[in-house]
């Protein structure tokens, strides 16, 4: 496989690990790739406060982040979807009357609402008040998601391209959904320790394809040249839009099942190892 390839990489549970660190052996693919001459791209529901300097660090060819709400080609910002503020405003009312614990993604940080970095750190760390063992780890292992979030700030923002919010307690997933069923798109969330019926709300009609395509048409590329990484069920359109779609071994049985091929794991050097196997290094 040598003409010049297309690749789109997820980052949760793909380039990165379950620690939320790139493995050496990613890192190192994608550099040679793109020596090679292949284009590569992260293609994350992510939004671009939370794109660490490390990821990008290994050199892209661009982004398309907040499940395709917006897409970068180098430094230019092709286009870029964003929540209206009538419905952030419903979404900040809600979830503060029903007491979940929810974050805001812009391009320009995540802001936390009042009781998320808490509840978080519980999570991560531990109970830090009593927990010697808790207080040392966030002392000396800080998470990069926690660092990253902003609290106390006003969260009726003009700048949102969608929402996080952790496992609800006193209402379900179902009825999130059906409150917001005309105004976003309510999926589930691809962090474990955010709990199996944690969730995101994006803007209607967008994800990871719809980016792809608009992209590939911007830039004159075939289909037929792209090749997709991924782990979880927010990648199936870009699945099944790519001409090429490969599982990581740590991926959703979903995913595998619509997969070409299943990779290794993040760990075990699986970008690494399907790169070469695919001739791209």
Do not use: W
């Not at 892209?60 to 917006?70: K, M, Q, S, V």
């Not at 595998?256 to 290794?264: H, L, W």
Request: proline share 3%; with cysteine.
């Amino acid at each position: 496989m040598t003409d010049r390839k297309m690749i789109f990489i997820d980052v949760d549970g793909t380039l990165c690990n379950d620690e939320g660190l790139v493995p050496e052996s990613a890192a190192v693919a994608i550099k040679e790739a793109r020596k090679n001459g292949h284009v590569v791209y992260l293609c994350t529901g992510r939004s671009k406060a939370e794109i660490y300097d490390f990821i990008i660090e290994i050199g892209f060819d661009g982004i398309i982040g907040a499940g395709g709400g917006f897409v970068e080609i180098g430094e230019e910002m092709l286009y870029h979807k964003k929540v209206s503020e009538e419905n952030v405003k419903h979404l900040v009312d809600f979830f503060t009357e029903h007491k979940v614990d929810f974050y805001i993604e812009s391009n320009g940080g995540l802001y936390a609402s009042e009781n998320l970095i808490p509840e978080l750190e519980r999570l991560i760390y531990g109970d830090i008040e009593s927990d010697p063992t808790a207080k040392h780890k966030k002392e000396n292992n800080p998470n990069h998601f926690i660092e990253a979030l902003i609290s106390g700030q006003d969260l009726y923002r003009n700048d949102v391209n969608k929402a996080c919010f952790l496992e609800p307690k006193g209402i379900t997933f179902e009825q999130i959904r059906d409150e917001f069923k005309n105004e976003f798109e309510v999926i589930h969330c691809t962090v474990p320790m955010f709990g199996d019926d944690s969730g995101e709300l994006g803007v209607p009609e967008v994800h990871k394809a719809t980016a792809i395509e608009t992209l590939l048409e911007h830039l004159s590329i075939d289909v037929k040249d792209t090749i997709a990484f991924g782990d979880g069920m927010n990648d199936v359109e870009m699945f099944e839009f790519c001409n090429l779609g490969i599982a990581m071994g740590n991926a959703k049985p979903g995913l595998k099942e619509i997969a070409d091929e299943i990779t290794d794991t993040h760990d075990e050097g699986g970008i690494y190892n399907s790169f070469k196997k695919l001739g791209l290094i």
